[in-house]
Protein backbone atom coordinates (compact mmCIF):
# COMPACT_ATOMS: atom_id res chain seq x y z
CA UNK A 1 0.00 0.00 0.00
CA UNK A 2 3.07 2.48 -0.45
CA UNK A 3 2.20 5.82 -1.85
CA UNK A 4 -1.21 5.83 -0.57
CA UNK A 5 -0.63 5.12 3.04
CA UNK A 6 2.01 7.85 2.67
CA UNK A 7 -0.82 10.30 2.29
CA UNK A 8 -3.31 8.72 4.48
CA UNK A 9 -1.04 8.57 7.82
CA UNK A 10 -3.04 10.33 10.87
CA UNK A 11 -0.03 11.73 12.86
CA UNK A 12 0.75 13.93 9.53
CA UNK A 13 -2.65 14.84 9.17
CA UNK A 14 -3.08 16.08 12.87
CA UNK A 15 0.35 17.89 11.85
CA UNK A 16 -1.48 19.64 9.33
CA UNK A 17 -4.99 20.31 11.33
CA UNK A 18 -2.81 21.95 13.75
CA UNK A 19 -1.02 24.14 11.07
CA UNK A 20 -3.63 25.24 9.33
CA UNK A 21 -5.56 25.99 12.93
CA UNK A 22 -2.51 28.30 13.60
CA UNK A 23 -2.52 29.82 10.30
CA UNK A 24 -6.38 30.68 10.40
CA UNK A 25 -6.59 32.13 13.58
CA UNK A 26 -9.87 34.10 14.27
CA UNK A 27 -10.01 35.02 10.47
CA UNK A 28 -12.84 33.31 8.34
CA UNK A 29 -11.63 31.69 4.91
CA UNK A 30 -13.76 30.21 2.07
CA UNK A 31 -11.66 28.28 -0.62
CA UNK A 32 -13.53 26.50 -4.03
CA UNK A 33 -12.29 23.14 -4.67
CA UNK A 34 -12.44 23.35 -8.16
CA UNK A 35 -12.66 19.56 -8.65
CA UNK A 36 -15.23 16.79 -7.85
CA UNK A 37 -12.64 14.50 -6.69
CA UNK A 38 -12.08 16.85 -4.30
CA UNK A 39 -15.04 17.12 -2.91
CA UNK A 40 -15.25 12.89 -2.79
CA UNK A 41 -11.71 12.78 -0.91
CA UNK A 42 -12.98 15.78 1.39
CA UNK A 43 -16.33 13.95 2.66
CA UNK A 44 -15.57 10.35 2.43
CA UNK A 45 -12.65 10.90 4.97
CA UNK A 46 -14.20 13.59 7.01
CA UNK A 47 -11.84 16.52 6.23
CA UNK A 48 -14.49 19.23 6.37
CA UNK A 49 -15.03 17.95 10.09
CA UNK A 50 -10.99 18.29 10.75
CA UNK A 51 -10.76 21.57 9.24
CA UNK A 52 -11.55 24.73 12.35
CA UNK A 53 -14.84 26.18 11.72
CA UNK A 54 -13.37 29.44 10.87
CA UNK A 55 -12.27 27.24 7.02
CA UNK A 56 -15.05 26.86 4.36
CA UNK A 57 -14.83 24.48 1.52
CA UNK A 58 -17.11 24.48 -1.10
CA UNK A 59 -17.97 22.67 -4.03
CA UNK A 60 -17.19 24.06 -8.01
CA UNK A 61 -18.05 23.49 -11.65
CA UNK A 62 -15.26 21.03 -11.62
CA UNK A 63 -17.33 17.80 -12.32
CA UNK A 64 -17.44 17.00 -16.08
CA UNK A 65 -20.96 15.26 -16.18
CA UNK A 66 -22.42 17.85 -13.85
CA UNK A 67 -21.82 20.57 -16.39
CA UNK A 68 -23.56 18.76 -19.18
CA UNK A 69 -27.07 20.55 -19.78
CA UNK A 70 -30.12 18.62 -20.10
CA UNK A 71 -30.11 19.65 -23.95
CA UNK A 72 -27.04 17.96 -24.99
CA UNK A 73 -28.26 15.17 -23.10
CA UNK A 74 -31.13 14.62 -24.89
CA UNK A 75 -29.13 15.41 -28.40
CA UNK A 76 -27.55 12.37 -27.09
CA UNK A 77 -30.71 10.26 -26.82
CA UNK A 78 -31.87 11.95 -30.30
CA UNK A 79 -28.65 10.00 -31.73
CA UNK A 80 -29.25 7.17 -29.57
CA UNK A 81 -32.84 6.29 -31.31
CA UNK A 82 -31.58 6.14 -34.56
CA UNK A 83 -31.94 3.02 -35.93
CA UNK A 84 -28.76 2.79 -37.92
CA UNK A 85 -26.72 4.11 -34.83
CA UNK A 86 -25.04 2.58 -31.71
CA UNK A 87 -24.37 5.28 -29.35
CA UNK A 88 -21.00 4.46 -26.77
CA UNK A 89 -20.95 6.58 -23.67
CA UNK A 90 -19.04 6.71 -20.12
CA UNK A 91 -20.65 4.88 -17.52
CA UNK A 92 -21.47 7.90 -15.67
CA UNK A 93 -23.39 9.82 -18.11
CA UNK A 94 -26.08 6.85 -18.58
CA UNK A 95 -27.85 7.95 -15.97
CA UNK A 96 -28.08 11.45 -16.13
CA UNK A 97 -31.01 13.06 -16.63
CA UNK A 98 -32.26 14.82 -19.48
CA UNK A 99 -35.40 16.28 -21.11
CA UNK A 100 -36.94 13.05 -21.93
CA UNK A 101 -35.36 10.62 -19.58
CA UNK A 102 -32.10 9.16 -19.22
CA UNK A 103 -29.86 7.13 -21.51
CA UNK A 104 -30.42 4.05 -19.57
CA UNK A 105 -33.83 4.73 -19.78
CA UNK A 106 -33.20 4.65 -24.26
CA UNK A 107 -31.55 1.68 -23.56
CA UNK A 108 -34.34 0.29 -21.84
CA UNK A 109 -36.70 1.39 -24.94
CA UNK A 110 -34.49 -0.31 -27.25
CA UNK A 111 -32.12 2.12 -28.30
CA UNK A 112 -28.17 0.52 -28.83
CA UNK A 113 -26.93 2.45 -26.17
CA UNK A 114 -23.27 1.01 -25.02
CA UNK A 115 -21.09 2.08 -21.82
CA UNK A 116 -17.58 1.81 -22.73
CA UNK A 117 -14.54 2.44 -20.59
CA UNK A 118 -12.92 4.46 -23.57
CA UNK A 119 -13.02 6.29 -26.60
CA UNK A 120 -10.97 3.75 -28.42
CA UNK A 121 -13.41 0.91 -27.00
CA UNK A 122 -16.47 2.85 -29.17
CA UNK A 123 -13.04 2.87 -31.74
CA UNK A 124 -13.64 -1.19 -31.90
CA UNK A 125 -17.21 -1.39 -31.64
CA UNK A 126 -17.69 0.43 -34.76
CA UNK A 127 -14.92 -2.14 -36.56
CA UNK A 128 -16.80 -4.97 -35.07
CA UNK A 129 -19.92 -3.38 -36.58
CA UNK A 130 -19.23 -2.16 -40.08
CA UNK A 131 -23.24 -1.93 -40.83
CA UNK A 132 -23.74 0.39 -38.10
CA UNK A 133 -22.86 4.11 -37.42
CA UNK A 134 -20.82 4.47 -33.93
CA UNK A 135 -21.26 7.99 -32.12
CA UNK A 136 -19.11 8.20 -29.02
CA UNK A 137 -20.92 10.68 -26.49
CA UNK A 138 -17.64 12.73 -25.91
CA UNK A 139 -17.22 14.54 -22.12
CA UNK A 140 -14.90 15.58 -20.13
CA UNK A 141 -12.07 18.06 -19.45
CA UNK A 142 -9.00 18.40 -20.90
CA UNK A 143 -7.95 15.53 -18.53
CA UNK A 144 -9.93 13.20 -21.18
CA UNK A 145 -9.74 15.22 -24.04
CA UNK A 146 -6.53 13.81 -25.25
CA UNK A 147 -7.59 9.83 -25.14
CA UNK A 148 -10.73 11.36 -27.89
CA UNK A 149 -7.94 13.04 -29.97
CA UNK A 150 -6.12 9.32 -29.92
CA UNK A 151 -9.04 7.97 -31.22
CA UNK A 152 -10.22 10.25 -33.88
CA UNK A 153 -6.31 10.07 -35.17
CA UNK A 154 -6.62 6.75 -35.35
CA UNK A 155 -10.12 6.28 -37.01
CA UNK A 156 -8.93 8.54 -39.57
CA UNK A 157 -5.57 6.86 -40.27
CA UNK A 158 -8.05 3.90 -40.79
CA UNK A 159 -10.36 5.55 -43.04
CA UNK A 160 -13.09 4.83 -41.28
CA UNK A 161 -16.93 6.33 -41.83
CA UNK A 162 -18.82 4.57 -39.68
CA UNK A 163 -17.55 6.54 -36.88
CA UNK A 164 -18.07 9.79 -35.04
CA UNK A 165 -18.16 11.75 -32.11
CA UNK A 166 -20.51 13.81 -30.90
CA UNK A 167 -17.99 16.44 -28.52
CA UNK A 168 -18.61 17.86 -25.37
CA UNK A 169 -15.40 18.41 -23.98
CA UNK A 170 -14.86 21.68 -22.46
CA UNK A 171 -12.05 24.06 -20.34
CA UNK A 172 -11.33 24.57 -17.08
CA UNK A 173 -10.21 28.26 -17.32
CA UNK A 174 -14.02 30.12 -18.80
CA UNK A 175 -15.59 28.62 -15.59
CA UNK A 176 -13.21 29.93 -13.32
CA UNK A 177 -13.50 33.60 -14.78
CA UNK A 178 -16.69 33.10 -14.58
CA UNK A 179 -16.86 32.12 -11.06
CA UNK A 180 -14.62 35.27 -10.26
CA UNK A 181 -16.75 37.49 -12.09
CA UNK A 182 -20.28 35.87 -10.07
CA UNK A 183 -21.16 39.10 -8.02
CA UNK A 184 -23.13 36.71 -5.42
CA UNK A 185 -20.08 34.78 -4.03
CA UNK A 186 -16.97 35.80 -1.84
CA UNK A 187 -13.49 33.51 -2.27
CA UNK A 188 -10.54 33.53 -0.45
CA UNK A 189 -9.24 31.34 -2.73
CA UNK A 190 -8.93 28.16 -4.69
CA UNK A 191 -7.86 24.22 -4.76
CA UNK A 192 -6.77 24.20 -8.30
CA UNK A 193 -7.63 20.66 -10.30
CA UNK A 194 -5.13 18.00 -10.08
CA UNK A 195 -5.89 15.96 -13.26
CA UNK A 196 -6.69 18.90 -15.57
CA UNK A 197 -3.28 20.43 -14.48
CA UNK A 198 -1.26 17.03 -15.38
CA UNK A 199 -2.69 18.34 -18.97
CA UNK A 200 -2.65 21.81 -19.12
CA UNK A 201 0.15 22.76 -16.54
CA UNK A 202 -0.06 25.17 -13.90
CA UNK A 203 0.56 28.41 -16.50
CA UNK A 204 -3.33 28.60 -17.31
CA UNK A 205 -4.06 29.81 -13.81
CA UNK A 206 -2.00 32.80 -13.88
CA UNK A 207 -5.23 35.03 -14.06
CA UNK A 208 -6.31 34.18 -10.79
CA UNK A 209 -3.63 35.32 -8.48
CA UNK A 210 -2.54 38.30 -11.25
CA UNK A 211 -6.18 39.40 -12.69
CA UNK A 212 -8.54 38.56 -9.29
CA UNK A 213 -5.51 38.79 -6.41
CA UNK A 214 -7.22 35.11 -5.44
CA UNK A 215 -4.45 32.54 -4.21
CA UNK A 216 -4.71 28.94 -6.21
CA UNK A 217 -2.28 25.89 -4.99
CA UNK A 218 -3.05 22.67 -7.64
CA UNK A 219 -3.57 19.82 -5.00
CA UNK A 220 -3.92 16.12 -5.25
CA UNK A 221 -6.32 14.07 -4.72
CA UNK A 222 -4.98 12.14 -1.22
CA UNK A 223 -6.76 13.86 2.27
CA UNK A 224 -3.30 14.90 3.08
CA UNK A 225 -2.89 16.57 -0.29
CA UNK A 226 -5.90 18.69 0.38
CA UNK A 227 -4.47 19.59 4.15
CA UNK A 228 -1.64 20.72 2.67
CA UNK A 229 -3.46 22.69 0.16
CA UNK A 230 -5.34 24.19 2.49
CA UNK A 231 -2.29 24.93 4.28
CA UNK A 232 -0.66 26.40 1.74
CA UNK A 233 -2.96 28.96 0.16
CA UNK A 234 -3.41 29.86 4.28
CA UNK A 235 0.12 30.40 4.08
CA UNK A 236 0.22 32.58 1.49
CA UNK A 237 -2.25 34.81 2.29
CA UNK A 238 -0.47 34.72 5.84
CA UNK A 239 2.89 36.22 4.20
CA UNK A 240 1.27 38.52 2.12
CA UNK A 241 1.71 36.45 -1.06
CA UNK A 242 -0.53 35.56 -4.15
CA UNK A 243 0.74 32.88 -6.62
CA UNK A 244 0.20 30.10 -8.50
CA UNK A 245 1.23 27.13 -6.11
CA UNK A 246 1.84 23.52 -7.33
CA UNK A 247 0.96 20.96 -4.33
CA UNK A 248 0.80 18.05 -6.45
CA UNK A 249 4.02 18.20 -8.19
CA UNK A 250 4.97 14.63 -7.96
CA UNK A 251 2.18 14.78 -11.20
CA UNK A 252 1.51 18.25 -12.31
CA UNK A 253 4.17 19.60 -14.13
CA UNK A 254 4.48 23.45 -14.73
CA UNK A 255 4.24 23.04 -18.51
CA UNK A 256 1.77 20.67 -18.26
CA UNK A 257 2.09 17.55 -20.52
CA UNK A 258 3.09 19.19 -24.02
CA UNK A 259 2.43 16.23 -26.18
CA UNK A 260 -0.98 16.17 -24.95
CA UNK A 261 -1.88 19.35 -25.67
CA UNK A 262 -0.33 18.95 -29.02
CA UNK A 263 -2.62 16.31 -29.82
CA UNK A 264 -5.95 18.23 -28.68
CA UNK A 265 -3.83 21.28 -30.91
CA UNK A 266 -4.30 19.29 -34.17
CA UNK A 267 -7.80 17.45 -33.59
CA UNK A 268 -9.86 20.37 -31.38
CA UNK A 269 -11.04 23.91 -32.30
CA UNK A 270 -12.78 26.21 -29.60
CA UNK A 271 -16.54 26.54 -29.98
CA UNK A 272 -17.74 30.13 -29.79
CA UNK A 273 -19.88 29.67 -27.01
CA UNK A 274 -20.95 26.73 -25.09
CA UNK A 275 -23.91 26.20 -22.30
CA UNK A 276 -23.03 24.89 -18.89
CA UNK A 277 -25.39 23.95 -16.49
CA UNK A 278 -26.06 26.41 -13.59
CA UNK A 279 -23.53 29.05 -15.86
CA UNK A 280 -25.24 29.78 -18.45
CA UNK A 281 -23.30 29.91 -22.14
CA UNK A 282 -19.79 30.92 -21.93
CA UNK A 283 -17.67 31.98 -24.54
CA UNK A 284 -14.40 29.81 -26.16
CA UNK A 285 -15.35 27.60 -23.32
CA UNK A 286 -15.57 23.89 -25.27
CA UNK A 287 -13.76 22.26 -27.81
CA UNK A 288 -15.21 20.76 -31.21
CA UNK A 289 -13.59 19.39 -34.30
CA UNK A 290 -11.82 21.11 -36.18
CA UNK A 291 -12.33 21.27 -40.61
CA UNK A 292 -9.31 18.43 -40.51
CA UNK A 293 -11.60 15.80 -38.63
CA UNK A 294 -14.81 16.94 -39.81
CA UNK A 295 -15.98 14.32 -41.19
CA UNK A 296 -16.07 12.91 -37.62
CA UNK A 297 -18.05 15.37 -36.24
CA UNK A 298 -21.78 13.99 -35.56
CA UNK A 299 -22.99 17.78 -35.31
CA UNK A 300 -22.07 18.18 -38.77
CA UNK A 301 -23.01 14.26 -39.58
CA UNK A 302 -26.54 14.38 -38.40
CA UNK A 303 -29.60 16.95 -38.37
CA UNK A 304 -29.44 17.23 -34.47
CA UNK A 305 -31.93 19.04 -32.71
CA UNK A 306 -30.42 21.14 -30.62
CA UNK A 307 -33.03 22.14 -28.47
CA UNK A 308 -31.86 23.72 -25.26
CA UNK A 309 -34.00 22.65 -21.98
CA UNK A 310 -34.37 24.12 -18.68
CA UNK A 311 -33.25 22.55 -15.60
CA UNK A 312 -36.14 21.29 -13.38
CA UNK A 313 -37.37 24.16 -11.16
CA UNK A 314 -36.69 21.81 -7.97
CA UNK A 315 -33.38 21.20 -8.66
CA UNK A 316 -30.50 23.28 -7.78
CA UNK A 317 -27.57 22.15 -9.57
CA UNK A 318 -26.69 25.31 -11.03
CA UNK A 319 -25.97 27.21 -7.51
CA UNK A 320 -24.46 24.05 -6.17
CA UNK A 321 -21.91 24.05 -8.91
CA UNK A 322 -21.30 27.57 -8.43
CA UNK A 323 -20.40 26.88 -4.49
CA UNK A 324 -23.56 29.65 -3.85
CA UNK A 325 -25.39 27.02 -1.74
CA UNK A 326 -24.19 23.13 -0.23
CA UNK A 327 -26.41 20.29 -1.69
CA UNK A 328 -28.12 19.62 1.38
CA UNK A 329 -29.33 22.83 1.30
CA UNK A 330 -31.44 22.29 -1.80
CA UNK A 331 -35.31 21.20 -1.39
CA UNK A 332 -34.99 17.84 -2.90
CA UNK A 333 -31.96 16.38 -1.61
CA UNK A 334 -31.87 13.03 0.11
CA UNK A 335 -35.98 13.25 -0.75
CA UNK A 336 -37.08 13.51 -4.28
CA UNK A 337 -33.56 13.31 -5.67
CA UNK A 338 -31.03 10.36 -4.61
CA UNK A 339 -28.22 8.19 -6.20
CA UNK A 340 -31.17 6.27 -6.93
CA UNK A 341 -33.60 8.74 -7.95
CA UNK A 342 -31.74 11.87 -9.18
CA UNK A 343 -33.20 14.78 -10.18
CA UNK A 344 -30.13 16.50 -11.40
CA UNK A 345 -26.41 15.89 -12.28
CA UNK A 346 -24.64 16.33 -9.33
CA UNK A 347 -26.30 13.44 -7.37
CA UNK A 348 -26.20 10.73 -10.33
CA UNK A 349 -21.59 11.44 -11.34
CA UNK A 350 -19.27 9.50 -9.00
CA UNK A 351 -17.52 13.21 -9.07
CA UNK A 352 -20.77 14.93 -7.88
CA UNK A 353 -21.09 17.03 -5.23
CA UNK A 354 -24.55 15.99 -4.31
CA UNK A 355 -23.77 12.09 -4.53
CA UNK A 356 -20.68 13.13 -2.47
CA UNK A 357 -22.56 14.71 0.58
CA UNK A 358 -25.28 12.22 0.55
CA UNK A 359 -23.36 9.12 0.60
CA UNK A 360 -20.37 10.27 3.08
CA UNK A 361 -21.74 13.58 4.54
CA UNK A 362 -25.07 11.98 5.91
CA UNK A 363 -24.12 12.97 9.85
CA UNK A 364 -23.35 16.78 9.07
CA UNK A 365 -26.85 17.08 8.48
CA UNK A 366 -28.17 16.14 12.38
Known sequence: MRFIDEFRDPAAARALVAAIADLAGSDTYKFMEV???H???IYRHGIQHLLPESVELVHGPGCPVCVIPMGRVDDAMWLAERPEVILTSFGDMMRVPGGRGSLMEAKARGADVRFVYS???ALGVALDNPDKHVVFFAVGFETTAPSTAVTLVRASELGLTNFSVFCNHV?????LRAILQSPDLRLSGFLGPGHVST?????PYRFVPEVHGKPI???GFEPLDILAGVAMLLRQIRQGRCEVENQY???VREEGNPQALALMARVFELRPHFEWRGLGFISQSALKLNDDFAQFDAEQRFDMPGIRVADPKACQCG??????IKPWECKVFGTACTPQTPIGTCMVSSEGACAAYYNFGRMALR
Open 199 to 203: VVGNR
Open 39 to 41: THT
Open 319 to 324: EVLKGV
Open 171 to 175: TIVPP
Open 35 to 37: CGG
Open 217 to 219: VVA
Open 119 to 121: PLD
Open 249 to 251: GRV
